[in-house]
């Protein structure tokens, strides 16, 4: 996504420092998402509030 440098990119508190399967979320305009593994070169999918919401709600409710 174009602009996305700009953005402050936090990693999940329920990732460790160790490597693994992470991603990082970011808000800037969008809710973004992206692979830890790629160092901020690879794709970011990039969802409205309202979808994401809907998204982590349904994670937590099944969790």
């Not at 305009?29 to 509030?49: E, I």
Request: glycine letters at 12%.
């Amino acid at each position: 996504m174009e602009g996305s440098n700009a953005a402050t990119w936090r990693k999940s508190s329920y990732s460790g420092n160790n490597g693994g399967n992470c991603v990082e979320v970011a808000a800037f305009g969008r809710v973004m998402v992206r692979d830890t593994k790629q160092h901020g070169t690879g794709p970011v999918l990039a969802f409205s509030a309202k979808t994401w919401r809907a998204f982590t709600a349904t994670i937590i409710k099944n969790g």
